[in-house]
């Protein structure tokens, strides 16, 4: 092997280059959470570059809306568990007992009622669900954006991540700020002029259409503002790393 | 070491005569990009036919689920029982790290695909050994090619020091057309870079138009895959294949 003394240097300082380059990138990353909560596994590095990748480029990005007459005439009900008794005794009170309780770095942590959150002002989207397996339909989405109701509870400033429960609170998912605050991320109560069904997650679910469909959780009862996901389940910022899914759904 | 050695060192062995001559085939550069190639395709082969599983049902358009008509369905069983198959069980769900691997997969095809075009054009690369030079841009020597293709002859030494004409033109149908698709196909599947470039899917004609045709792009680098395997096999397997690790060959080319 010949090797020269001029390409073991440039070798070296290439090297040197490279390790404080990763070095440099890795501590930017961790000041501007660019670092997903599941970013430490084997899929670390793909995940962090993806996620880095698209709160740099795609922080305030609109997801695409579509006209009235693409709305799906065949919506896709995903499977739903079996609904509880404690949800049965809601759904026979028309839905007037179900809560959501909002707390965490709040400054007025509140139970809203649905007609609680129908007083705030409303929005409404058509946008389609996209599911991790491939399938698709577009829908209209009623409801207020989480921002009005975040706004409501006044959250803190210093809030990173929003953590959102299921009626059954196995069921729990967390997004960022700039999907919290993003103006298309609704707490659905209305799904194509009607209200929004059972079997689409009714009466309450998020929608968070820059994302695949599973962070849009259905039956939504509890919201909780942090500035840390380690003390939620084991600290991977929702139940799907749990199960091998990614934290980030936006791909 | 000779004045030539400076791009290519003709190292004469020392043993018994016929000299075998041991020349350099491919630059690290394309030997890196190659392997590094090889090992993300593969995962994200496996990986998509593993996402495929889960819902092997293919639509034009917009949206599709199952509920709506279908372009094509693959008469496979699948992993979820949400979808109509015909089979009545279910394969285990091998969805979540085959999303996880296939996107840090497609991260490093990315990269290294940066690494690589860019400092092929550099290096003249592209130039000097993947365009067809204008002798070989002929229909006529084409058709030679798959003459000698046909009667399954094999590669001159000429062959082993340099692309013929038909693999230059699959090698940069490959990276400029297959590649590049497969790639904006997939990127059009994802809702957040949607948001930021509609177009993206947008010119593909919808979501599902374009799951579709990054199933079809696919397909299509498989087919180069088997075919460029095969060629090599032809050639001569490890010959051909040590070209690639150590970037050198022996000449006259030793055949079994």
Redesign the interface.
């Known amino acids: 092997m010949n090797i020269s003394r001029r390409r073991l240097i440039t070798t070296g300082v290439a090297a040197a280059a490279g390790v404080a380059g990763l070095a440099a990138a890795s501590r930017i990353a961790r000041q501007h959470s660019l670092i997903p909560p599941d970013g430490c596994s084997l899929y670390g590095p793909g995940e962090t570059l993806t996620y880095a990748a698209q709160r740099l480029l795609t922080r305030h990005s609109l997801a695409r809306e579509f006209p009235r007459s693409m709305i799906s005439s065949v919506p896709f009900a995903n499977e739903i568990a079996k609904p509880t008794e404690e949800f049965k005794r809601h759904q026979a009170a028309g839905f007037s007992t179900w809560r959501l309780t909002v707390d965490g770095m709040v400054a007025h942590p509140t139970a809203f009622s649905l007609s609680d959150l129908k007083t705030l002002p409303t929005h409404s989207q058509i946008t389609e669900v996209v599911c991790e397996e491939g399938w698709s339909y577009v829908a209209e989405w009623i409801g207020t954006p989480l921002a009005n109701v975040l706004h409501e509870v006044g959250v803190l400033p210093q809030t990173r991540y929003i953590v959102y429960y299921a009626s059954e609170p196995y069921l729990w998912g967390s997004i960022d700020m700039a999907d919290a605050l993003h103006p298309q991320t609704l707490l659905a109560m209305g799904m194509n002029d009607g209200d929004l069904p059972v079997k689409f997650g009714g009466p309450l679910r998020i929608r968070v259409p820059r994302q695949l469909g599973y962070k849009s959780l259905k039956f939504l009862t509890h919201i909780t503002a942090t500035d840390t996901l380690k003390r939620f389940g084991k600290g991977l910022g929702s139940v799907d790393p749990e199960y091998g899914y990614s934290w980030y759904a936006g791909i | 070491?000779s004045a030539l050695g400076l791009c290519y060192p003709l190292r004469v062995a020392t043993a018994s005569p016929p000299p075998i001559a041991v020349t350099r085939r491919h630059t690290a550069l394309v030997r890196v990009t190659h392997w590094l190639t090889v090992i993300s395709f593969f995962a994200l082969l496996v990986t998509g036919a593993e996402?495929?599983i889960?819902?092997p049902?293919f639509y034009w358009g917009?949206?599709?689920?199952?509920?709506?008509p279908t372009l094509f369905k693959i008469p496979i069983p699948s992993s979820?029982?949400?979808?109509p198959t015909g089979y009545n069980y279910v394969l285990p769900d091998q969805?979540?790290?085959s999303?996880?691997?296939h996107?840090?997969?497609?991260?490093v095809l990315v990269l290294t695909g940066l690494v690589y075009v860019t400092a092929s054009v550099m290096t003249a690369h592209f130039r000097k050994n993947l365009l067809p030079s204008p002798a070989q841009w002929s229909s006529s020597a084409i058709r030679d090619v798959f003459q000698k293709y046909l009667r399954r002859a094999p590669p001159g030494d000429a062959e082993s020091h340099s692309y013929n004409v038909v693999q230059r033109i699959s090698y940069l149908l490959v990276i400029f057309v297959l590649f590049p698709f497969v790639i904006w196909t997939g990127l059009a599947?994802?809702?957040?870079?949607?948001?930021?470039l509609?177009a993206t899917?947008?010119l593909l004609g919808g979501?599902?138009s374009a799951?579709t045709l990054h199933f079809f792009v696919s397909g299509l680098l498989v087919i180069f895959l088997v075919a460029h395997v095969t060629m090599i096999s032809l050639a001569g397997f490890w010959s051909r294949t040590r070209a690639m690790i150590t970037g050198r060959v022996k000449f006259p080319s030793e055949r079994s």
């Open positions: 070491m996402l495929v889960s819902h049902r917009e949206t599709g689920n199952s509920g709506t979820r029982d949400t979808v969805n979540g790290w999303r996880y691997l996107f840090e997969a497609a991260w599947l994802s809702p957040s870079f949607d948001s930021a509609p899917v947008n979501r599902q799951r």
